[in-house]
């Protein structure tokens, strides 16, 4: 099946600062989201990104689907966005939806 | 709508007990997953459907069943409970084709 890497795997920031999150998967992708998982535990969607740019207040998003990747931007980080981010593909041969290990954010005040 | 449903919300077996983990949605998705996630992992996928009476394994369907006879529900059923099921468990569900996946709340199951 497919491979789904992200990087790095903790990241510690100051309130203020900008990141940037990387996915890589193996194979050709239908589908392909980011998702928050915030401290409670609940997985919030923050894109459906196969191919292209998006972008929403801070954060943004760009996968290049013949480079088999994407990434995740986030820009001015606040508390509130610690937690673990997580990327899910699906290949293009299958209905499976495949989770990475994810990114675990730390911003501190 | 109210999304993808979950119940219960937490719940503690022993060991060889067996219950059922309910899945309810109301969106009239075709695609349906089942996850677990470990403490510090990421989410392993143990069953998924592509439609009512459809139903194949996932990464880590050892101990676990699953039936699709409607749309809208997609229970999970752990038959004989084993400490290394202790884990939270995620329902999501999709339209087919290049759709967003939506999660429900998740389950915290405990077999002690």
């Known amino acids: 099946g497919i491979q789904v890497e992200q990087s790095p795997p903790d990241l510690i920031l100051q309130e203020g600062a900008n990141s940037t999150l990387r996915c890589n998967f193996s194979d050709s992708v239908n589908n392909l989201q980011w998702f928050h998982q915030n401290p409670w535990g609940q997985l919030i969607n923050l894109f459906y990104?196969?191919?292209g740019t998006k972008q929403n207040g801070r954060l943004s998003a760009t996968t290049v689907a013949t480079e088999r990747y994407s990434l995740l931007y986030i820009s001015s980080s606040q508390t509130t966005d610690s937690g673990v981010y997580f990327c899910a593909v699906e290949e293009t041969s299958g209905s499976r939806l495949t989770f990475g290990e994810g990114t675990q954010l730390t911003v501190n005040p | 709508n109210a999304g993808v449903t979950q119940t219960p919300k937490f719940r503690i077996l022993k060991i060889g007990q067996s219950m059922t983990l309910q899945c309810t949605q109301d969106m009239n998705h075709n695609y349906m997953y089942w996850y677990r996630q470990d403490p510090g992992m990421g989410l392993k996928l143990i069953y998924y459907s592509v439609g009512a009476g459809i139903t194949d394994k996932g990464e880590v369907p050892n101990g676990y069943n699953v039936s699709r006879s409607t749309t809208e529900d997609f229970p999970l059923r752990l038959e004989l409970a084993a400490p290394s099921q202790t884990s939270v468990y995620f329902c999501?569900?999709?339209?087919?084709?290049?759709?967003?996946?939506?999660f429900g709340q998740g389950t915290r199951l405990t077999v002690v």
């Open positions: 990104i196969p191919s």
């Open positions: 999501a569900s999709r339209l087919w084709g290049f759709a967003e996946a939506f």
